[in-house]
T-cell receptor, first 109, second 113 residues
Framework: GQNIDQPTEMTATEGAIVQINCTYQ??????LFWYQQHAGEAPTFLSY????GLEEKGRFSSFLSRSKGYSYLLLKELQMKDSASYLC??????????FGTGTRLTVIP | DAGITQSPRHKVTETGTPVTLRCHQT?????MYWYRQDPGHGLRLIHY???????DKGEVSDGYSVSRSKTEDFLLTLESATSSQTSVYFC????????????FGQGTRLTVV
């Protein structure tokens, strides 16, 4: 089976930096994705990691440690529009995507 | 935007009735997925397909069946709807596995009364 854990909720201040963690225990690990989902909308792709290390994309970065079963999403210079749920998804060898329960981030002024 | 359409977008049905949700894509992508999303559970994989007539079960497949007779359409059927199947259903498509991102439809809100 798959076990993917994320904090349920986080709050951060506009302009600050926030780190959202994801730990996983899966069989046949084949990459990790982060998605953003605004309330009432579909998830949209943010980042992908398959090798250890940091991937940077503008204000968003994602880190992976395969040996520790750990990833984080780092959001810099937070904006109000970043208030959303952030979903960690693990890809298994069969090209399936299994999602964590998501972290609801609230950005306050 | 990826060409993916879910229908219907909203549906209310009675317990015990069959329901079919449709996912239609215009991208000719190989992989298609059905998820349900519920508070406290996140997105859970119901069934997936890796080609025409090639489908398999996900983690919450009981009470659901799927069919994919054409590349562009992936149907999810609730044979006899129950209140526990009240949820938001998302379809997703991917061109292939590996590092390719999944594109999600806008979701179908199903209420079973």
């Amino acid at each position: 089976g798959q076990n993917i854990d994320q904090p349920t909720e986080m709050t951060a201040t506009e302009g600050a930096i926030v780190q959202i963690n994801c730990t996983y225990q899966t069989s046949g690990f084949n990459g990790l994705f982060w998605y953003q989902q605004h309330a009432g909308e579909a998830p949209t792709f943010l980042s992908y990691n398959v090798l250890d290390g940091l991937e940077e994309k503008g204000r968003f970065s994602s880190f992976l440690s395969r040996s520790k079963g750990y990833s984080y999403l780092l959001l810099k210079e937070l904006q109000m529009k970043d208030s959303a749920s952030y979903l960690c998804a693990v890809q298994t060898g069969a090209n399936n995507l299994f999602f964590g329960t998501g972290t609801r981030l609230t950005v306050i002024p | 935007d990826a060409g993916i359409t879910q229908s219907p977008r909203h549906k209310v049905t009675e317990t015990g009735t069959p329901v079919t949700l449709r996912c239609h894509q215009t991208e000719n992508h190989r992989y298609m997925y059905w998820y349900r999303q519920d508070p406290g559970h996140g997105l859970r994989l119901i069934h997936y397909s890796y080609g025409v007539k090639d489908t398999d079960k996900g983690e919450v497949s009981d009470g659901y069946s799927v069919s994919r007779s054409k590349t562009e359409d992936f149907l999810l059927t609730l044979e006899s709807a129950t209140s526990s199947q009240t949820s938001v259903y998302f379809c997703a498509i991917r061109p292939q596995g590996g590092d390719t991102e999944a594109f999600f439809g806008q979701g179908t809100r199903l209420t079973v009364v």
